[in-house]
C-alpha cells in the first residue's frame, strides 16, 4: 500500500516549471541564468521524490520538505556553482596522501606561480640573445647543483642533466621507450612492482615497446642471472624501488652499487626508478631505507626517474636525472612533447629546488612535517585537548549531562606514504577521541563534511588525529569541526 500512498504524495510536488517560476527563485534565475537554477530544482526535486518512493518521507515530513523548498533549490545552485576541489585538513598522519593530493607546495612555489604564470615568462624565451630557450634550463641548473658535484665524486656520471615530465610514470615510459624500444629490458621478479593507480611495471614496459626479460625469482636475484640473460637484444638493465612493499625472510637484491657495475663491464645502460627520490639524506629525519637520488647516481646509476610531489615535496612531476647524452636523447624523443609540463609545474619545482639549494627545508612543506619531533606534535595534541576538554565542561555544567566528547593524548605513528618508505614510521602524539552517541565512524564522516572537511583516522573504535600532517593555524579549525559536533 506504500506505493500507493507514496504516489498520491508524489502528486503534491509541484514541477520544476512551477518551482523555478517561484518569486523566491525569480531572483536567482536573473542573477545565474535560468539553466543552472532549473538544473538545481530537478535535482532537489529528484531527491524528494526518491525519499518518497523509499518510504523515508511521510505525508508530514512532505509538508516540511515543501515548506522549505525553495531554499533547497538555492543550497543546491550554490553548492553546484562552488569549487569542487577543495582543500581538507589532513589529520591522517599520512604525510605523502596520494588521494589527499600528496605533497602540499611551499609558499615561495605558490608565489612564484603567481608571479610568472598570471603575467607572461620567459620559460622557451632567452633574454639575453632575444632567441627562442627551452622550458627545462630553469630547474636543469638547480639540479645540477644539487646532483652534479656531489654524484660526480662516487662513480656517477661526470655529466648530469635533468628533464620533467608529467609524472614518474610518465618519466619510466619515456625512459624506456628511448633507451630499449625494440630490445630487451632486464629486471628482477622481485621488483616487478605496481604502484596504485595502475602504475604496473610489465605494462609501462609494453607501452615502452620494449621487452620485458624477467630474471631470478620473487624472493631472490642475483648478479649472476643478470649476467646470464645478457644478450645481443638487452638494451638496459632496470632497477625498481620497492615503494610500497618489503620482502622479508629468505631474500636477495642485486645492490644498485652490483648492477651499475656490471652494466659498465657489459656496456649498457643501468637505470633505477626509484619512485620517491628524497633530494636530502633521510636518516636524519629518522627515516632509513630509502634511497636518495644521489645514493642511486653515487652508485654508478646512470639513469634515475622520480616523483616531484613524493619525497621531493613539490608540484607533481616525473624527474629523469641521469647520463648527459641518455637523457639529451629523451628530450629528443617525441614522447617528450607529449609528455612535458606546463608552467606552472615549472615554477613550483623551481621554487622548491631553490628551497634546496639554499637549505631552506623548512620551507617545504613535506619535509617540515618529517622533522616535527613527538615532543611538538604533543604539546599541540595537548592544547587542542585541553580546549576541547574545557567545551564538554559547559556543556556539563549547562545541559548536567555527561560530556559527549572524550578526548585523549596518545602516543602513535605517523607514516610516509606515497608509496615511500614502506616500513618507516615516525613516532608522534594523537588525539584519540570517541563521542557519546556516535560511533568513530560516524564521527569521521561528520569531520569529513565539515567546513573545512577534515579527514581522521579510525582504530579500534576511536577516532585518531594526527596533527603532524595538520598545518599548526588549522588546530583551530579541528577544535571548532568538533564543538559543532559534539554541540
Ligand atoms: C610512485 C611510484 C611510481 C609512480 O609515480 P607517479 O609520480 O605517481 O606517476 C612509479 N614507480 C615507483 C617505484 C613509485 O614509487
Known amino acids: 500500500?506504500?506505493?500507493?500512498?507514496?504516489?498520491?504524495?508524489?502528486?503534491?510536488?509541484?514541477?520544476?516549471?512551477?518551482?523555478?517560476?517561484?518569486?523566491?527563485l525569480a531572483s536567482l534565475s536573473a542573477a545565474h541564468g535560468h539553466a543552472p537554477v532549473t538544473e538545481a530544482a530537478r535535482i532537489v526535486l529528484a531527491g524528494v521524490r526518491q525519499e518518497l518512493s523509499s518510504g523515508r518521507l511521510d505525508a508530514r515530513g512532505l509538508e516540511l520538505v515543501?515548506?522549505?523548498?525553495?531554499?533547497?533549490?538555492?543550497?543546491q545552485l550554490r553548492r553546484s556553482l562552488s569549487f569542487s576541489l577543495r582543500s581538507v585538513i589532513n589529520a591522517?598522519?599520512?604525510?605523502?596522501?596520494?588521494?589527499?593530493?600528496?605533497?602540499?607546495?611551499?609558499?615561495?612555489?605558490?608565489?612564484?606561480?603567481?608571479?610568472?604564470?598570471?603575467?607572461?615568462?620567459?620559460?622557451?624565451?632567452?633574454?639575453?640573445?632575444?632567441?627562442?630557450?627551452?622550458?627545462?634550463?630553469?630547474?636543469?641548473?638547480?639540479?645540477?647543483?644539487?646532483?652534479?658535484d656531489e654524484a660526480s665524486s662516487g662513480s656517477g656520471p661526470a655529466d648530469i642533466s635533468t628533464i620533467v615530465v608529467n609524472n614518474n610514470a610518465a618519466a619510466v615510459l619515456l625512459?624506456?621507450?628511448?633507451?630499449?624500444?625494440?630490445?630487451?629490458?632486464?629486471?628482477?621478479?622481485?621488483?616487478?612492482?605496481?604502484?596504485?593507480?595502475?602504475?604496473?611495471?610489465?605494462?609501462?614496459?609494453?607501452?615502452?615497446?620494449?621487452?620485458?626479460?624477467?630474471?631470478?625469482?620473487?624472493?631472490?636475484?642475483?648478479?649472476?642471472?643478470?649476467?646470464?640473460?645478457?644478450?645481443?637484444?638487452?638494451?638496459?638493465l632496470l632497477r625498481v624501488h620497492r615503494s610500497n612493499f618489503e620482502i622479508t625472510g629468505f631474500t636477495e637484491q642485486v645492490s644498485a652499487a652490483d648492477l651499475a657495475a656490471l652494466g659498465r663491464a657489459r656496456g649498457l645502460p643501468?637505470?633505477?626508478?626509484?619512485?620517491?627520490?628524497?633530494?636530502?639524506?633521510?636518516?636524519?629525519?629518522?627515516?632509513?631505507?630509502?634511497?636518495?637520488?644521489?645514493?642511486?647516481?653515487?652508485?654508478?646509476?646512470?639513469?634515475?626517474?622520480?616523483?616531484?610531489?613524493?619525497?621531493?615535496?613539490?608540484?607533481?612531476?616525473g624527474l629523469i636525472s641521469g647520463r648527459a647524452d641518455l637523457v639529451a636523447r629523451m628530450r629528443a624523443n617525441s614522447l617528450f612533447r607529449a609528455l612535458r609540463v606546463d608552467k606552472l609545474v615549472y615554477a613550483a619545482l623551481e621554487a622548491?629546488?631553490?628551497?634546496?639549494?639554499?637549505?631552506?627545508?623548512?620551507?617545504?612543506?613535506?619535509?617540515?612535517?618529517?622533522?616535527?619531533?613527538?615532543?611538538?606534535i604533543g604539546k599541540r595534541a595537548e592544547a587542542v585537548e585541553k580546549k576541547l576538554n574545557a567545551v564538554s565542561g559547559k556543556q556539563l555544567a549547562a545541559s548536567r549531562s555527561a560530556p559527549k566528547l572524550k578526548v585523549e593524548v596518545v602516543d602513535g605513528e605517523s607514516v610516509i606514504g606515497g608509496g615511500a618508505a614502506p616500513s618507516s614510521v615516525l613516532p608522534t602524539r594523537l588525539l584519540a577521541i570517541t563521542c557519546q552517541g556516535l560511533s568513530a565512524d560516524e564521527l569521521a564522516s561528520r569531520l569529513r563534511v565539515s567546513d573545512p572537511p577534515v579527514v581522521a583516522r579510525v582504530d579500534q573504535g576511536r577516532l585518531l588525529l594526527d596533527l603532524r600532517t595538520v598545518f599548526e593555524n588549522q588546530d583551530e579549525s579541528i577544535v571548532a569541526a568538533l564543538e559543532k559536533i559534539a554541540a
Open 66 to 75: 515543501l515548506s522549505g523548498i525553495a531554499g533547497a533549490v538555492a543550497r
Open 352 to 376: 622548491t629546488l631553490l628551497g634546496y639549494v639554499k637549505r631552506e627545508h623548512n620551507a617545504i612543506p613535506a619535509l617540515r612535517m618529517m622533522s616535527l619531533s613527538q615532543d611538538e
Open 270 to 317: 643501468v637505470m633505477e626508478d626509484l619512485g620517491s627520490g628524497a633530494l636530502v639524506d633521510l636518516g636524519s629525519f629518522g627515516i632509513s631505507g630509502e634511497p636518495g637520488v644521489l645514493d642511486s647516481l653515487r652508485d654508478g646509476v646512470e639513469v634515475v626517474t622520480y616523483s616531484g610531489d613524493k619525497l621531493l615535496g613539490g608540484p607533481q612531476a
Open 92 to 148: 591522517t598522519g599520512v604525510i605523502l596522501h596520494t588521494n589527499l593530493g600528496r605533497a602540499p607546495l611551499a609558499e615561495t612555489a605558490i608565489d612564484h606561480i603567481r608571479e610568472t604564470a598570471t603575467r607572461y615568462s620567459n620559460l622557451e624565451f632567452q633574454l639575453d640573445a632575444g632567441t627562442r630557450g627551452k622550458r627545462d634550463v630553469h630547474v636543469d641548473r638547480l639540479f645540477h647543483r644539487l646532483l652534479a
Open 1 to 24: 500500500m506504500k506505493t500507493a500512498v507514496s504516489s498520491e504524495l508524489l502528486r503534491k510536488l509541484p514541477s520544476v516549471d512551477e518551482l523555478v517560476r517561484r518569486p523566491e
Open 175 to 236: 625512459a624506456l621507450n628511448t633507451m630499449a624500444e625494440g630490445g630487451e629490458v632486464i629486471v628482477s621478479r622481485g621488483e616487478l612492482v605496481e604502484i596504485g593507480g595502475s602504475f604496473r611495471i610489465p605494462d609501462v614496459m609494453v607501452k615502452s615497446g620494449a621487452l620485458l626479460r624477467e630474471v631470478g625469482t620473487t624472493n631472490r636475484t642475483r648478479i649472476g642471472d643478470y649476467e646470464k640473460a645478457i644478450n645481443d637484444r638487452t638494451r638496459l
